[in-house]
Structure formats: C-alpha cells, structure tokens
C-alpha cells in the first residue's frame, strides 16, 4: 500500500501545485515559453509505443506526434520546439495529463465519453474494435458463444467493461497486462483473451507459433484512439488536430499507417475500407 | 530403595575439543546428600547436568536409580520424572501462575488429574512456606519466593533423586537462607540430592560428602569435617582459602 | 482546464459495490493467507531452532527460498506453474471454481509464512535456553515443551513485529490481481476505468486499505494486552 499511497499524494501535490498555474498559461502558452512538448507514452505497446531492441522510444502514435503533430504546434508558437516522453499508463495518465506533467497523451487511449469527461480527444488516429483470440479450432467464433466460457481481458480497458455488460454470464478473468493474459490462453486457464484486435494481431504476429491461434469474431465495441489533451484547451486541441488533418489530407498518415501496419511492417494489420473511411469522414472528406 | 542413586562409571566428556569431565567415578547412595564445589568452569554444572542427560557423554556410563543413561533408545522423558533439577535462574514459566507452574508436569507427563495435581501443589507450596502466592505469576515473587517455587515444582514429580545446580547464586544475600532452609528440611527427609553450591555453611550442616573438582576431574572428596578441617590437596586448600575469607 | 473532482463516482452508479466486493475479496484472500501463513511460520520457525539438523535444514531452505523470491512471482507460479502437473480434468474444474484465488491465498500464504518464521524464531530465541532445559527437565518431551512453553511465551513476545508482517500480508495482497483476482486495488482501478476519475477512485483505496490497517493493528494490540504476561512485559500508560 505504500506504493499506493505515494502515487495518490504526487497526484494529489501536483494537481494542487500545477492547479493555479494551468489556470493561466494554455498549453500553447508554456511550450512556447519552454520549448518543450512533453508527451505521456508507453513503453510496451508495440507498434504504437515501446522501446525497441536498440534501446529507442519508437512507434506509430510517437511518429504521428514527430511528424504531424509537431510541426503544427511548432506553426502556432512561431519557435522549433522539442519532444519529450513520460511513461503514462492508464491509470496514471488522466491525472498526468490534469496536473500538468504532460501535455499530451499518445498512446493507445480509447476515446470514450466517460473520459471525454475529464479530458479532450483529438481527431481519431487509429480505429480498432474488440476481438477475440482462442486456439485454433476452438468453438468460440465471436462474443456469442463465450457465454459459460472463461474469457481473458487486460485489466481497465473499455472491452471488459462490454463483456461484463453484454454477456454476463461469461466468466472474466482480468489481468494487468498481455503476457499474464496471453500465458492463461496457452495454458488453458481461459477459453479466450479479447482485446483489441490490433493488440491481438500484434501478440499473434510475436508469438512462438502464429499459427496456433486465431483472432475471431468481428469488432463487438469501436475503440477509437485518440490523442488526450486537459480538457477545455481549444486552441491548443485545434493545432493538435491541425497537425493530423494535414497528415490525412497530404498521405503522409498513411505512409506511416504503412511503416508500421504494413506487409512489412512491425504488425501487419490492413486497413479496411471502411475505416479508411471512418478516418477521412472526421476531416469531411 | 537402598544401594546407589547414582553412579558415574569412567566418565569422559568434550565440548569440541574441550576435555570438561575427566575420567570420573563416584558414586552417591540413596539418601546422600552430596555438594560439588570447584573453580569456576571445573564442570560442575556438565557433572550433573549428565545425570538427566541434559547432557551427552561420549565415554564411560552413569547408572541412574539403576538405569544407564547411555543406551540406546532410553526413555528420557521418564528417566527425568524420576531426577527433579534446579537451575540457577529459576527458570519458571512466566506465562503461567506459581500453581500452573507447579501443576504442569504431573498433569501433563504423569497424567495425574487436575483435582489431585492441584491438591500436591498447594501442599507442596505450604512446605516451601509461600502458599499465599499460588495465583501469583513468577515475575511478582522475589527471587528466594521464585526459587522455592522451582524446588516445589520439581517435587511435584516426586522424584527420588534432587539435583541442584548453584540454587543460590543468583540470590540477594537476604534470600539465600530461605532456600537454604527448604534445602535442609529436604535433606532432613532423606532425599538423595547433589547440590552444586559454594554455600559452605549449608555443606558442613547438611551434606554427608563434600566433592572438589578442577578441571573436569574429581580431586577430593570427603566428609564435610575432614573436607574443611583438613584438605588433603593444595588446589583444594587454595580454593577454600578463597571462598572461606569472603 | 483544471481537475475537475467529482467524488459521487464513488457512490453512484457500480462504484460501491465494486469497492465493497473488492474489499470482501482482499479480506478473505489476507484471512486465509494469514492462517496459512502463521502455522507455515511457527512450524519454520520452530524447527528452524531444534538440535535435528535435517529438520533444521529443511526449514531453513523453506524459508531462504521463499522469501527470497518476489512475491508476484510466487503468484505467477502458483497460478500458471503448478496447474499443468495435474491431470487436465482436475485444472478444469479448478479454474472454473476460483483457481486464481486459491493460487493467491497459498502464494501469500506460504511467503508471508517464511517471513513469519524469521520473526517466530527470533522470539523463540530470544527465551533463554534454560528454560527449554528445565521443560525436559520436568519430563516433557520436545514437542510439549515447544508447545506448551516455547511457543506460548514467544508468540506473545512477537506480537509487534508480527503486526507488521500482518500488515504487509494485507498490502502484498493487491498483488493478486497480477491474476486477476478482483480484489480491492483491482476494484479500484475499475472504477477508474468506468469513471476516468483516478485521484477519486485512489483515494477511496487508499482510505479503504488505511481503515483496515488501522484495525488491525487496533486488534492486535488488544490481543497483546489481552494476553500480555504479568509483571514481565510492563506496559506503559496501558489501559
Ligand atoms: N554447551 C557448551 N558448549 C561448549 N562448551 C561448554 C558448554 N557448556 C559448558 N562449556 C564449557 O565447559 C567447561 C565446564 O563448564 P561448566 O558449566 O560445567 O563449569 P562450572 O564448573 O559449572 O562453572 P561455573 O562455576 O562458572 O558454573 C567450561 O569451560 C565451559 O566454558
Ligand atoms: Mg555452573
């Protein structure tokens, strides 16, 4: 509990510290006086985040922050500004964003209305849904038949939170993170691991033997990602969104989407028509 | 029962390389009263801490009540109810009151019901002269109250043999008598007892022998009046020179 | 653009029946692993001071090896690493009836055990050797006289640090939910996740955990007054 305690009461200290401060200053304000773009990423979520095996903080959402994001900031400030990256996870990263410590949050956040509460989502950058992953040849083909089964779902996320509501009867076993959840699939102390079907393509695409599993079923939620700022910062969300905009509206987006989903990309995952579309309708297009 | 209590058969003992009993052989006869002295680490305490195997030897044999002590697969627990032992710290149970103290062994080694276990504490209690303390626990009694205690308690197993390892010394002067006192009249009863003390006093009222050791051997023994009177070693005369001027 | 608190997260909606099944959870996973764990510690500590030195020994590799390996791998290894052993019908039924949590409560079972054993052999030895001496002398056999007498007045010796060790069973128990055992810390994350309100959803498990220390050691206190021995362990300003 003492870890407990101690990141409640840094939280708790920076919220009311950064309080008076982020009342003033808009983020644009402090990068501009700084110079910096502090960003809350993660380290183990490949191939959007992580630290590769030379040791770089890489991926797409630290591309798409690189390449789209930061030349629209840096327009709006009128200076070259630099990039700095802190671990967030999901339970510290709205209160990092809240309390000042970041100013953006990219990673692989899903932008639900609950958070859209707390904090402001940019444009969408990335589109998945739920899916399943069971050994092949298992039964299970889609969230219609978990019911009696033991499923799998990584601790916090939005898809647990469907599960629990549309098949109760499903016996969930949540776990903090993928390997833990992974490892009770090979062993069989759960029938099926969902997640979202990017995460599940990637933990495939790694796996000792891709092709004893399976990712089934079609999306059950959207997870929509976007990329969270505080919340009521218009013109700061404005040069965010810029900066993505430009990147679908140039290509240069999908050159990315390319280098890391891409046939020879870090996880194969072929965008579909349809979420193409999905992603090009935010811009009207 | 007549004959011998005891008997140490060519005793040898080490601690590692420590040689503290050297061939020893004594005998002490039922209803004996027995006092060890010597010189601080001569194996006095090792002598008769052997004799309820608290301590192992590696040669020679003791007979106890005409069992010896060295065969194998020897019933300890009923040899010991037969040899009661008091220590220098007293060694009650904290946790427990002065009559549970007392109580514990009948009840729980001999089997004895609560009823009668009870009815001999107090009685015992009455002859060590403290029965108004049967519900106290040791730490509120002074140390002669304690060691009384611990002398009833080892009688509660009726046992036919009393061994006494320096019961006094770690007394205030005020209390020595008071255990001293429950010694005799112990004494006085025909108990055969081997008292490891350098009350003098009590070895010239009380004891029939009076044995000297140095360095793990026997060197004198003899009847507390030709013992004081006339000791026949140089070593012996030297460590009574010493402990007799104080 | 500041935090925006909203403390009915914690009332409305699942929030405080999560929280309250999550602390359901954490107290009968840490009760159960307390027991397990006090009689894995006495018996540990206790051979861990007897002259037979197989006994001896096997209680110390118990204890060196247990406690020396972090508990989360104590739960990964119970959860994923013993089940296969048996048959495969067996490790159905067993992880369709709460293997998770049975994997918890013996992970923190037997650390805490080894951890306790350290305390309990550092009561037992702090009572002087005499005192086993005069039990045997009496007659008693080895096993009474730890029983009736060695064990008796250690534990009440060692009430403080096992206090301590209690206290950390019931904090190490969040790791459970490394196996998705929903226990308090898990619940609380949940709530998280259903509300995004972090620093509310941290309080509550904050003060939720601190509650339950402060009775235990409240508890543990009384028991040490309740059973203190007289005249030997003075208490001052007690009662
Ligand atoms: N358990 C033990 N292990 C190793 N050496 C020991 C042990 N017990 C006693 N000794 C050593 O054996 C020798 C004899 O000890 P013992 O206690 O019998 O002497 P003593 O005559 O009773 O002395 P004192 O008058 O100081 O009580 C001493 O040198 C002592 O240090
Ligand atoms: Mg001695």
């Not at chain 2, 009993?21 to 002598?47: F, Q």
């Not at chain 2, 060590?128 to 304690?146: E, F, K, M, T």
């Not at chain 3, 067996?90 to 918890?104: I, K, M, P, R, S």
Request: net charge positive; with cysteine.
């Amino acid at each position: 509990m003492k870890r407990w305690v101690t990141m409640f009461l840094m939280l708790a200290v920076a919220a009311a510290v950064a309080l008076p401060a982020a009342a003033q200053e808009g983020t644009l304000d402090k990068i501009k006086r700084t110079g910096v773009l502090t960003i809350g990423t993660r380290t183990g979520s490949p191939p959007f985040a992580y630290i590769d095996k030379s040791n770089n903080w890489v991926g797409f959402t630290i591309d798409l922050v690189e390449q789209l994001v930061k030349p629209a900031v840096e327009k709006e400030v009128g200076k070259a500004i630099k990039i700095e990256k802190k671990e967030s996870t999901p339970p510290t990263r709205i209160p990092l964003l809240t309390s000042n410590a970041v100013d953006l949050i990219a990673g692989t956040m899903t932008d639900t209305p609950q958070r859209r509460e707390s904090v402001d989502f940019s444009l969408t950058f990335f589109y998945t849904g739920a899916q399943f992953m069971v050994k092949k040849g298992s039964p299970i083909k889609s969230i219609n038949d978990i019911g009696g089964k033991r499923v799998a779902a990584q601790q916090g996320s939005t898809n647990a939170k469907i599960i629990r509501e549309k098949v109760p009867t499903a016996q969930l076993r949540e776990f903090p993170d993928q390997p833990a959840a992974f490892q009770a699939l090979v062993q069989g102390q759960v029938d099926a691991y969902t997640n979202d079907g990017i995460q599940l393509y990637g933990l495939k695409a790694k796996s000792p033997k891709p092709d004893d599993w399976d990712v089934v079923g079609d999306f059950y939620s959207e997870e929509p990602y976007g990329m969270a700022m505080r919340k009521g910062d218009a013109k700061f969300k404005a040069a965010v969104d810029a900066g993505l905009k430009n990147g679908f509206e140039s290509g240069k987006y999908f050159d990315l989407y390319e280098k890391w989903f891409g046939a020879k990309g870090e996880v194969p995952y072929p965008m579909t028509p349809q979420v193409k579309a999905y992603l090009m309708k935010q811009i009207g297009k | 029962m007549n004959g011998q209590a005891i008997e140490f058969k060519r005793v040898n003992k080490w601690f590692g390389k420590l040689h503290v009993l050297r061939d020893i052989d004594l005998s002490i006869a039922s209803g004996e009263v027995v006092v060890v002295c010597g010189p601080s680490g001569s194996g006095k305490s090792t002598l008769i801490r052997c004799v309820n195997v608290l301590e192992r030897i590696q040669q020679g044999d003791i007979v106890v009540l005409g069992q010896s002590v060295t065969v194998p697969g020897l019933n300890l627990a009923k040899l010991r109810t037969r040899v009661g032992m008091v220590f220098q710290q007293f060694n009650l149970f904290a946790h427990m009151t002065v009559l549970q103290n007392i109580m514990l062994a009948p009840m729980r080694v001999k089997r004895v019901s609560r009823d009668e276990a009870e009815r001999t504490a107090r009685a015992l209690l009455e002859r060590v002269g403290i029965p108004h303390r049967a519900d106290s626990y040791p730490a509120n009694l002074s140390g002669g109250q304690q060691q009384r205690v611990a002398i009833a308690r080892a009688l509660a197993m009726q046992p036919d043999v009393m061994l006494f390892d320096e019961p006094t010394s770690a007394l205030d002067p005020e209390m020595i008598n008071e255990v001293l006192e429950v010694m005799t009249d112990l004494a006085r009863d025909g108990m055969t007892m081997m008292c490891v003390t350098h009350e003098m006093g009590f070895a010239r009222r009380v004891a029939h022998r009076v044995i000297f050791m140095d360095e793990g051997q026997v060197i004198e023994q003899s009847e507390p009046e030709a013992f004081f009177a006339a000791p026949k070693s140089d070593r012996t005369k030297q460590f009574l020179s010493k402990i007799l001027s104080h | 653009m500041q935090y925006q608190f909203k403390w009915s997260v914690l009332w409305s909606g699942q929030s405080a029946g999560w929280l309250l099944q999550g602390l359901i959870t954490t107290l009968e996973l840490s009760a159960l692993a307390w027991i397990l764990a006090v009689c894995l510690g006495i018996l540990a500590g206790a051979l861990r001071t007897v002259t037979f030195a197989p006994l001896r020994a096997a209680a110390v590799f118990y204890v060196e090896f247990f406690r020396n390996v972090p508990l989360l791998v104590w739960m990964f290894f119970w959860y994923f690493g013993v089940p296969p052993l048996l048959p495969r019908v067996v490790q159905d039924w067993l992880f369709n009836h709460g293997a998770e949590f049975w994997a918890a409560v013996i992970a923190l079972g037997v650390y805490t055990g080894a951890r306790m054993s350290e305390v309990i052999r550092a009561g037992i030895l702090s009572i002087p050797r005499t005192q086993f001496e005069a039990s045997l002398a009496m007659g008693l056999t080895v096993g009474q006289a730890y029983r009736l007498i060695i064990l008796p007045i250690a534990l009440r010796l060692i009430v403080p640090p096992m206090t301590n060790e209690s206290l950390n069973l019931l904090k190490n128990s969040s790791v459970a939910l490394t196996i998705s055992v929903a226990e308090l810390t898990f619940q609380t994350r949940q709530v998280e996740t259903y509300t995004a309100k972090a620093i509310e959803a941290l309080t509550a498990g904050t003060l939720i955990y601190l509650v339950l220390c402060l009775g235990i050691a409240t508890v543990m206190s009384r028991l040490e007054r309740r059973f203190a021995i007289p005249g030997l362990i003075a208490r001052v300003g007690a009662g």
